[in-house]
């Protein structure tokens, strides 16, 4: 998998292709990674790459012409690759627009900067336009890391099998259990004693079930395609014992809401 990313700021790029699983997969030959510098398109004494918005108003926009022969100079080293925009107008990034990208021959990313891109260069230039999230970055770069970080994880041989197995798990649409090491008891919280019990199903309950569980509260946007048998019946459970907890109780403070009001 190629990435080229055109970027202001190539330098950004140093650590996050050379180290950890990026890194690894570089220096492995399975990705080839490359920052061009837009401003080395820019024209003029001060190789200015951004202006005043035409209509006026506050800050700048992204001249389109060194954007335009960046991308013809991308198009040149990868001919066939989709040309992606970072921009908060984008698309959503997803798990699933991450196998997506993927699947594509190479990936070409510009970072926007500023107020933005000249709309002549999104209109002539840009394939697809993503955004990492409903939040305004300063620019482009940390999305693309966030692209290539989620699509990188994809490409076959990038991670062990470990890792893999994690990938899948989220790929399942479920959050995962919380994850425990040692020491069994940290500032005298124990880990659950049944990932120590040794019992392998136990712990592919326990952990199937505390997934389930924090994915019901933390996102239960998450559950609502695709229910197994499993974990429908493991939340008709838990919806009985809560109905049972309930039903057993006397309501506290039922009294003072609708008794006489208490003497002062
Ligand atoms: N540039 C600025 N904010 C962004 C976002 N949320 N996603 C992608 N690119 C951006």
């Known amino acids: 998998m190629d990435f080229?990313?055109?970027?202001?700021?190539?330098?950004m790029f140093s650590g996050f292709f050379s180290l950890g699983v990026l890194g690894q997969a570089v220096a492995d030959g399975r990705?080839?990674?490359l920052a061009l510098d837009i401003r080395d398109h820019a024209l003029g004494r001060h190789k200015t790459a951004d202006d005043r918005p035409f209509g006026g108003g506050s800050g700048m926009v992204m001249k389109p012409e060194p954007l335009s022969a960046a991308v013809r100079e991308a198009r040149e080293r990868l001919p066939?690759?989709?040309?992606?925009?970072?921009?908060?107008?984008?698309?959503r990034f997803s798990q699933e627009m991450a196998r997506e990208l993927a699947a594509a021959p190479g990936l070409i990313l510009v970072c926007g900067r500023y107020e933005g891109v000249d709309e002549r260069f999104v209109e002539k230039d840009v394939d697809l336009a993503v955004s990492v999230g409903d939040?305004?970055?300063s620019g482009g770069e940390p999305a693309a890391m966030i692209?290539?970080?989620?699509?990188a994880r994809l490409v076959p041989g990038v991670l062990g099998n470990d890792e893999s197995a994690l990938t899948e798990s989220f790929e399942t649409g479920r959050l995962e259990h919380g994850h425990y090491t040692r020491p069994r008891d940290f500032e005298g919280d124990e880990a659950p004693p049944v990932l120590m019990s040794g019992h392998h199903l136990m712990v592919e309950k326990w952990r199937r079930e505390t997934g389930l569980l924090r994915t019901l509260v933390r996102r239960p946007d998450m559950l609502e395609t695709g229910l197994t048998k499993e974990e429908i019946a493991q939340l008709v459970a838990w919806s009985e014992r809560i109905a049972g907890l309930i039903a057993s109780q006397t309501v506290r403070g039922a009294h003072s809401s609708s008794g006489p009001e208490p003497e002062r």
């Open 80 to 91: 066939v690759a989709p040309v992606v925009l970072l921009s908060p107008q984008g698309r």
């Open 147 to 151: 692209v290539m970080d989620a699509v």
């Open 4 to 11: 080229l990313v055109l970027t202001l700021f190539p330098g």
């Open 135 to 137: 939040y305004i970055l």
């Open 31 to 33: 990705i080839n990674a």
